[in-house]
């Protein structure tokens, strides 16, 4: 089946510490994007990628990094400089520009203690 | 920018009819869509209007006005199953697609 998978479904990190969120598609999907959710929240935009090996900064880069050397990964990197990283955070795809709905994975629930 | 605001809730109960509206100001609007999210889960597409009128999706409509700034999301012959939360996320012109969601409307069904 296609699909969005995001690993892992929880995750605990220390303070201070760098951790990486995976994100793969297998729906030859062109743009990939992540958001953050917060409770009580909507979605805020993080980065977004439309092609491979090029991506752009949405409404709350800071504190974040992505790379896109694949069609079908783009994994979102939470430093240390983000001062607020406990979140929930989801990463979704669009099979291009002209389509509407976006396919979402199923979110990686980041908590840092 | 963009900004959307929808209620943060709506209650209803089993088999009733429930209407969650959203409104937008942004420049450039080219459509609005429609995401359902239950708990924890993610968000899957309902809808999407870019031109005015009803759109029809068995017992989900979606309906957009452009000239008030104004769509909604009406929910019939409501079921346990539809408890969740509902966005509306709107699309402005530009090659990009990069939507901006609203913050949610937490739709509550009571038997």
């Known amino acids: 089946d296609g699909g969005i998978t995001q690993s892992p479904k929880y995750l605990f990190r220390k303070e201070g510490q760098n951790v990486t969120l995976s994100c793969e598609q297998n729906?030859?999907?062109?743009?990939m994007y992540w958001y953050r959710q917060d409770p009580g929240q909507g979605l805020r935009l993080i980065y977004y990628?439309?092609?491979?090996?090029?991506?752009q900064k949405g409404d709350i880069a800071e504190g974040y990094s992505v790379s896109r050397e694949k069609k079908e990964s783009f994994p979102l990197t939470v430093t240390s400089a983000q001062k607020n990283p406990t979140a929930f955070y989801l990463c979704?795809?669009?099979?291009?520009?002209?389509?509407?709905?976006?396919?979402f994975g199923p979110g990686t629930r980041l908590t840092v203690l | 920018g963009q900004s959307l605001e929808q209620p943060s809730e709506v209650t209803a109960v089993e088999g009733a009819i429930v209407q969650i509206n959203c409104t937008y100001q942004?420049?450039?609007?080219?459509?609005l869509s429609w995401y359902q999210q239950h708990d924890g889960g993610a968000p899957t597409f309902l809808s999407y209007n870019a031109l005015d009128g009803l759109e029809e999706t068995g017992r989900f409509s979606s309906f957009l006005s452009r000239s008030d700034s104004y769509g909604y999301l009406l929910l019939q012959e409501l079921q346990m199953k539809d408890s969740a939360s509902y966005f509306c996320?709107?699309?402005?012109?530009?090659?990009?697609?990069?939507?901006?969601f609203g913050r949610g409307t937490s739709l509550i069904v009571h038997p």
């Open positions: 979704a795809s669009i099979a291009d520009a002209g389509r509407e709905e976006q396919f």
């Open positions: 729906l030859n999907h062109d743009a």
């Open positions: 942004t420049s450039g609007f080219y459509g």
């Open positions: 996320a709107v699309r402005v012109r530009g090659g990009s697609y990069i939507p901006t």
């Open positions: 990628s439309q092609i491979v090996n090029d991506f």
